[in-house]
């Protein structure tokens, strides 16, 4: 790395990008980045040329000098890189779409991480990846991979399982998000908060909260017991928490567990929407249209403001945060996903966890927190045999296996609805998921 | 133990208790049973009398000197008592039928086992247990409590964490019957079928299946896949499963795991049963007149044929064979319900599991399965997380705590139908819940 | 297994052998050999030959249809075999006798199995058994390999992480001898005892006894206490326990604990008899000369009482009974060598225990003992850390490695003569240690 | 600790304080102390008097505002203290050179933390600890305490077991001297290096080292095997590693290990020490002596430079350091015993452990670094199992149970010197043992 970095991100044509580029140029002097790689394929082109132009522009201003290289072609981008981020999606939005109203046509939830939904992002994406893992190896064996395309955690279960490299880590902005809430919410500033996090991706808890050092916890579940506390993420609804439900758990948890802790009222919330304003999907498909229409303004050369909508916030702070502790040996304290090596004690040491962890230059050591509460394992379990069998599925394409996943996720409540929806979403997805080669047994 | 057996049967009035008459006549030589004091409630009376008188006659017939007491004064039948059966039902059939009921209102089945109709089963009896306990630390230290009464998990696992009492085991005729539907649908007889049992209570997998001590696991799998196999309770709806589900899941679910992976049509079913011919409870109820009108009859004396139907079937060979292989030292194999202690490895030592055990003198030891597939240790941890919050709620009688419990139960789907449900069933249960000191706050 | 039950010994021209055939005889009614090959090397031939007609006298004398084969090629007797017993020893009792004698000279006990002579047995035969395992997977796939060859802890972990072999079962007498001589010192009969045995192959502990079922473990240890007490192997000193010692440890070790617990006196007493009778090797030779002497007797034609003092005592029986209980897939209980998966916490699931074990004709399932005491753990891990880097140096034939197990075993004392030890030994074992190919470096 | 921070020193005559008493002048901007009490025995009190000018001089010299407290009352010290460091010495060196001496007689070494020796510091260190944990509970419960009192592993674990406090942190400086033993080896600053710590005290390892991020282990294994290289500690003979040896260990090695892989070199120093120079607790004495009569000079107003010799090199560092990073919350990673928690695979999760830790206001964080090498596990679980037995004989004052940890010592190798040896030391430390009120058996 002696002379200045390399960082490819795949899937460079996404909207998040300009969040990249602003941690980029504010962390330029810890971070002397030389070259920025922006990768798409061929569907993604055009939003390539426009992100790519918009980077250059904000570059610029900055004064900074990162070289931006747009491309379609991978294999150039990745040699000798130091630094891999991946933010791709197969199938792009649409996909999503189809994630999210195929199920609730079985009355069930997409969800489109930790659900159905989730499984099908997982079916199409894994091979991917596994794909990127070996380039790397080859083109980049120092580099390191770091993953925010969802779902995050079972993507890096997959990559521990099913890959060579070791140096990958999974990054996820629902933490900082909590982190941010709750410094919202207590009326402080963020850096005087610390969180300790534990748990699974989009299935992680603060185990405890402090503030200057001293455990605030008490009272930031008493905050959250108020249907009208910040601690909320945009882009799941805000339905409130039954107050002793949340007081009797005694931990945070992330917004993402209203699935799990209220199934039956998000459920309805998203029959609405399907047959309202649309999944969100859809909204975002209309986010993004007009996102991509403001970046294109050639006078625009900062990040616009309309993208915190969109739902990524603090995704620019965790990533560069993450790759500046990573390349400057910072021995600081990150939620990443990474093996768990006995920081959790109920979860299999060779697992995928969203931990809180030592982030150096020899990648992130987990901190060793105990365990999560009793009355939160047996979700937190369900949600790892989830992620275990959907990437064993995605790895070997069997439709049984597929099968397993769709029926023990949480959200499905049968196994006649989870063929039922395994085979419209195998149909609907088909063109991605080539290693499904067997004719759908509908 | 030398002068002959003394066994007390808490709940003697119970309808099962000529199924346990017949299995001590049957093994008499081996068993020498010298007194047998059934034991009941004042509400129980009637029935304690009938049950006693029938005990007699049966008894009599066989030509065995087993003394038979029937008292409502339970320390006097402990003293001394080598063994003690527990098979009682805190607020009889009628609690039963509201555990059953008011989940329904709110669209969710109320299973009285490991469901939110077995969460307050759990709360009425183990208070009850627990004083049990305390009663033979007093009266007969060296006696072994055998714990026939639902939920046995959850009391089991109540006993382990909340007693001093070291002789203690759950048992369950679940498994036993798993053996035998699985060797009447192989057609061969049961004594050629071993089971490699492990899981929880009503949450058993048979991790592997041999004939004459080779594996069939694959042909037993297969004939699960035939919506006519012969492998259902006679108190479980036999909807079929998902054949490639069940493929894929490797190992034989029993007949309770129909709650979980077929929820929705489970509940269709309750609903629709609970509106035309009343639910389980009801009907059991009248079964149960039914057989207390042939128990009266002061001819009989054997088990009538008609006790079967009850649901209960091999209760008498799985109870009186643990008891028979205690008292004997016969160090052969029997599922129950005991302290895990590396058996089973996703399940915490010190929890209470259902797995196979050598049966011994000292209690039974079990065997060490390895692990449950990681597909079911999901679902497993659940009801595990669900049982240890129950328990600790029985005991405590806290408030948040039930309510914890009732909302990470996997049957329940939103914490706030869950508090709903918590507080109906709170007031209709109340005269048995005096923990529950505090006013419900409805 | 329909026609009869073919077994092969591997190492047959063993004096142990005719203990074996007498066993065999004993259980032909259940156990219905009808082929049995005996197997040997060039350098074995002639003790083959005596071994091979003593044993045919035998079986004509018992009246069985057991027909006896004695060959030197290995690979034609393993074809479609049974059964696979091991009891061979690379470079007979000639490198036993260097084992224990080139240790001693720097002040460090031989020990045979689990010290540095052990380690060196270990690296002879490891290798051996690796290539029997192949031929077995190609030549008799669904046969069961019982290795009663030592060091039978150390093979049974190689054997575990080296080979693809699953049907292999580990085998030793010192549990059947810890039995009967506990039966011996409380005067009954060895069918009264059970005996809770876990640890490690010559690291094995009695957990608890019992007589009829009832814990006498105290009385055990206080007989222990008594420097007279029969609890004493043939083939090991019988120095006698510290009494608080005995009684503060808490369980029942065996007479290979005297080399850890007593290193000193045991020490003094191996180089006493180095100087005078000669070491074990060296004395056991001497008894096997005298054996084949009567072998060889045309007359003989049952097992000969001389054999008893060969300190293989009980061989047969545990030997016998194990294969017995596999054919006849008995479910009783025997303490084998097998994977711990979970039966003692203390130790890995995947590494090789002894232990009480269901014996089943799939294998031995462990039975979860909880854990072995505090205070013995310490020895007990040390020993499976020699275990496992003895194995890997087997393997590889690494110097280094080589150098690492004898350095941290528990009988030696020092890294520097460690290595004098191990260039000593490489030199002299040089013909049967082809795997380490590199110079010795001394 | 809003008016500035209250310090209490246990043992404050020690010759060590006025390294603490530097540490505390140079941090003192970030760790406002404005009450230090230092606290000694009445046997103590000179010593007191002359550390406690001393201190006096070293802080008015720095014009730093803190009062220094000299006083015999422990209790009255305690009230509201925010720190109590403990380094006291039940029996002074007199104590320790019994310690030495008496073992060298039965020919084992005697070794002050881990040793024989070890356990007698424990059995007299250990009730004193409990007795001021209760102190500190009533008095000030707040407060964090810092034991320096070796045996620093057993001593916390004796707190973790048997007492209530939670706020307690064990520290040593030998990881911390590993550090810059290695960084002067490398000759590089020591900020540079990063070295992955896990172990128990005295038996520490470094799992990896890294400069400036990336690992650098294979280069300072290979330095190590330089037997002139500058990791040595002053207190440890420096005697050489076997290169090949330390090569396959693939760890470093702290310099206590040489007492377990070295014994016999380590033994026949000791005895030719005793012969001459005597005890490393004589030679102490010596350097103590002389320390005072320098501590005495009413113009020496600074640390001097004499103390390095002792033997306590960076223990300032380590200790203010520790301090200072729980009163900041500064969320850094540094070595202590601490609680398991899973950050060390094969120890128990309630046991004592010395690895990394991420320092926080509410105290130490362990890092999960996975397992030490298989080969050292052996040795690492014999000191934890010698810690446990120690801990629970000091707290029972039961003769077998003391027994016991002597004879399982991996530096005793006879039950008989066992006995032979605790007797003596019994008798020899009587007045320090109190709780072994039963006549010593001899």
Sequence with gaps: MSKGIKIVTIGGGSSYTPELIEGFIKRYDELPITELWLVDIEAGKEKLEIIGSLAKRMIQKAGVPIDVHLTLDRREALKDADFVTTQFRVGLLDARAKDERIPIKYGVIGQETNGPGGLFKGLRTIPVILEICKDIEELCPNAWLVNFTNPAGMVTEAVLRYSNLKKVVGLCNVPIGMKMG????????????????????????????????????????????????????????????????????????????????????????????????????????????????????????????QLEKRGGAFYSDAACSLINSIYNDKHDIQPVNTRNNGAIASIPNDSAVEVNCVITKEGPIPIAVGDIPVAARGLVQQIKSFE??????????????????????????????????????????????????QPVKV
């Design 182 to 305: 709750i410094a919202s919410a207590m009326d402080v500033e963020p850096s005087r908060i610390h969180v300790d996090f534990a748990g699974l991706n989009h299935m992680v808890f603060g185990l405890n909260v402090y503030l200057d050092g001293v455990s605030i916890l008490d009272s930031v579940i008493e905050r959250m017991t108020d249907p009208n506390n910040e601690m909320t993420m945009k882009n799941i609804s805000g339905l409130a928490w039954e107050p002793d439900f949340i007081r009797a758990l005694g931990v945070i948890p992330c917004g993402y567990h209203r699935y799990y802790y209220k199934t039956s009222e998000m459920l309805a919330e998203e029959i609405e929407a399907a047959e309202t304003v649309g999944t969100r999907a859809e909204v975002v498909q209309k986010l993004e249209h007009e996102l991509f229409e403001i970046y294109k303004n050639p006078e625009l050369d900062i990040k616009p403001p």
């Design 388 to 437: 275990r069998v959907a990437s064993e599925a995605a790895v070997t394409g069997d439709y049984q296996t597929a099968l397993l996943a769709m029926t023990i996720n949480p959200l499905v409540h049968s196994d006649k609805a989870a063929k039922q929806i395994l085979d419209e979403m195998l149909a609907a997805h088909k063109e991605y998921l080539p290693q499904f080669t």
